[in-house]
């Protein structure tokens, strides 16, 4: 090598140890950074006394709630095709092979006796169905009955020192009411989050059979057949779905009112199956025209347009034409809220009709029946 780049070399060498023992010895120290922490945080507790009663609040509600809620797995075997092989390509045959389908989702202890509420969709088809607790017992469950139409599933479990938690009341949710959900979003196991209600009312679908509360609480796939519960405790809803364009969650989520699913519970605990209560009218939203026609003030309430025979419609002295404006005092909004109406009232009550006939106001009493098998079936979902 030229004794020039060689000498070059050497002084290059030379500036880049001084320039590193500078770096290296800033402030008279070796090796060193200076570090100086925060000794305390910049507020006190009586500063944010507000703030940690509601932490504290809010740890206690889940603590009390979390033992409740399972994680349900469900399975059944299922047949399929198996891969071709070069002599199965040539001899023209396709070949069966089993293969083990499974659900993952979540369930809420709802009586001493071991009764699990859950989606319908979570253990449909299925021959297996495991339970596993926050105590980490893991428990065979009993399907004692499935509702597809709502959505409600209920499971039994043989099992010692459980914990259920209340059905709240439904219809005294107010959008903007905190509430939490709790469940086991892919497979991870008592997750809590938290929000409040968005909206009461909402219809999934066109032709749903219940209405929904929509809320704002995470859930994700596993969280189905989860609880929704209030800041008591009181479990107010079932996750049941959600609206996303991904296929996770995106801030709009859907829960099966606990008035619902309590009906659906005792329904099938005392009788085995789901009793749907039946008036015998076909019914049709006011428009518009159709309030002015009728000379009605607005649009509330539902135009009856076809009586059953042999109801309890016909019974009650109903016509076709008559215009239904309250149920037992409260006012009709529509045809939905009217068949929900109608829908949570036993089988065996009254209900007490104010409509308008020919623009008299008038009343009738009407006892509500079973629903026909033939009907009962045709409803969505079934």
Do not use: C
């Not at 083990?100 to 709802?110: D, E, N």
């Not at 914990?163 to 959008?175: A, T």
């Not at 659906?264 to 008036?279: A, D, F, H, P």
């Not at 809220?337 to 009232?345: D, K």
């Amino acid at each position: 090598m030229h004794p020039r780049r060689i000498l070059l070399l050497v002084v290059i060498g030379i500036l880049a140890g001084y320039a590193w023992w500078r770096y290296d010895h800033r402030d008279g120290r070796r090796g060193t950074e200076k570090f100086t922490p925060l000794a305390a945080p910049k507020l006190s507790l009586d500063d944010v006394k507000v703030l940690m009663a509601i932490d504290a609040e809010y740890t206690r509600l889940v603590q009390s709630v979390v033992p409740s809620v399972v994680s349900i797995t469900s399975s059944r075997t299922v047949t399929q095709l198996a891969p071709l092989t070069i002599q199965d390509v040539l001899a023209g045959r396709a070949r069966a092979q089993s293969a083990k389908s499974t659900s993952l989702g979540s369930g809420v202890i709802v009586s001493k006796e071991g009764h699990i509420l859950t989606n319908h969709h979570v253990v449909a088809d299925m021959t297996e169905i495991r339970v596993q607790l926050t105590d980490g017992r893991n428990l065979p469950a009993t399907l004692i009955g499935s509702d597809p139409a709502t959505d409600i599933a209920v499971l039994r479990i043989e099992a010692k020192n459980i914990e259920p938690l209340s059905l709240g009341e439904s219809d005294d949710l107010r959008v903007g009411q905190q509430i939490f959900a709790v469940g086991n979003p892919y497979g991870l196991e008592e997750s809590v989050t938290r929000g409040i209600i968005s909206a009461k009312g909402r219809q999934t679908t066109s032709d749903s059979a219940i209405e929904h509360i929509q809320h704002d609480a995470a859930v994700n796939q596993g969280n189905s057949g989860g609880p929704l519960v209030n800041v008591r405790g009181e479990v107010i809803g079932i996750n049941s779905a959600i609206f996303s364009r991904t296929g996770g969650w995106q801030g709009i989520s859907f829960a099966i009112p606990s008035n619902t699913a309590r009906r659906i519970l005792e329904g099938i605990i005392k009788r085995g199956r789901m009793v749907r209560s039946y008036l015998g009218v076909v019914m049709q939203e006011i428009s518009p025209e159709l309030a002015r026609n009728f000379g009605l003030a607005d649009t509330a309430g539902a135009i009856i347009t076809e009586i059953t025979p042999d109801s309890p419609a016909l019974r009650s002295g109903l016509q076709p034409g008559d215009v239904v404006r309250t149920v037992n005092g409260k006012r009709v909004k529509g045809v939905q809220q009217l068949r929900q109406m109608i829908a949570s009232t036993e089988v065996g009550q009254e209900l007490e009709l104010g409509f308008i006939r020919r623009g008299t106001a008038m009343a009738a009493k009407a006892k509500v029946a079973e629903m026909p098998a033939e009907l009962s079936r045709l409803i969505p979902g079934r």
